[in-house]
T-cell receptor, first 112, second 111 residues
Framework: NAGVTQTPKFRVLKTGQSMTLLCAQDMNHEYMYWYRQDPGMGLRLIHYSVGEGTTAKGEVPDGYNVSRLKKQNFLLGLESAAPSQTSVYFC???????????FGQGTRLTVV | TQLLEQSPQFLSIQEGENLTVYCNSSSVFSSLQWYRQEPGEGPVLLVTVVTGGEVKKLKRLTFQFGDARKDSSLHITAAQPGDTGLYLCAGARDAGNMLTFGGGTRLMVKP
């Protein structure tokens, strides 16, 4: 079972460059999330979606945009990367807003 | 200040020892979840507790939800190297709220 798949797994960007992180889930979940994980700060919610065509801001949305054109995919975009966006990014999906979250393996992003 | 405070942040113990990690808040939660995250992987759910005072056991792991539903603990008996990882608690204040994650406890069990 694939579950939640993130691409790429690693990326190095220069300040000001843009990129898109891809997330795909095969569990037919309505809810999808993007988190960033920084040392000692746990997981912080960037954006989330409660269904196809919907998106909403989380705790730390500035500098990021998202899209959910298809139910199984949730894309996270960085328009102009900054060193403060160096982090590990996790995509997750779930049946409901606060039930079990199923996570991908993460994307380690470094902005230099 | 995080809504869910986990302690300790780091713990290094020898195989066979017992340990307890804590997840505390000043807020009431309708449910609390515990996840374990291994290096290079995403978190994986261990357990969900929903009733104040509830105790759940998962082999050598015992989870407890505080009576007032503001805190939770995870006790590991006879720790093994395979228990090494980052333990995260996450809670929802009510059915309409998102999950909030604590900062995590990083556990290392040495053989």
């Amino acid at each position: 079972n694939a579950g939640v798949t993130q691409t790429p797994k690693f990326r190095v960007l220069k300040t000001g460059q843009s990129m898109t992180l891809l997330c795909a889930q095969d569990m037919n979940h309505e809810y999808m999330y993007w988190y960033r994980q920084d040392p000692g700060m746990g997981l912080r919610l960037i954006h989330y979606s409660v269904g196809e065509g919907t998106t909403a801001k989380g705790e730390v949305p500035d500098g990021y945009n998202v899209s959910r054109l298809k139910k199984q995919n949730f894309l996270l975009g960085l328009e102009s990367a900054a060193p403060s966006q160096t982090s590990v990014y996790f995509c997750a999906s779930g049946y409901d807003l606060n039930t079990e979250a199923f996570f991908g393996q993460g994307t380690r992003l470094t902005v230099v | 200040t995080q809504l869910l405070e986990q302690s300790p942040q780091f713990l290094s113990i020898q195989e066979g020892e017992n340990l307890t990690v804590y997840c505390n808040s000043s807020s009431v939660f309708s449910s609390l979840q515990w996840y374990r995250q291994e290096p290079g992987e995403g978190p994986v759910l261990l357990v969900t507790v929903v009733t104040g005072g509830e105790v759940k056991k998962l082999k050598r792991l015992t989870f407890q939800f505080g009576d007032a539903r503001k805190d939770s603990s995870l006790h590991i008996t006879a720790a093994q190297p395979g228990d090494t990882g980052l333990y995260l608690c996450a809670g929802a204040r009510d059915a309409g709220n998102m999950l909030t994650f604590g900062g995590g406890t990083r556990l290392m069990v040495k053989p």
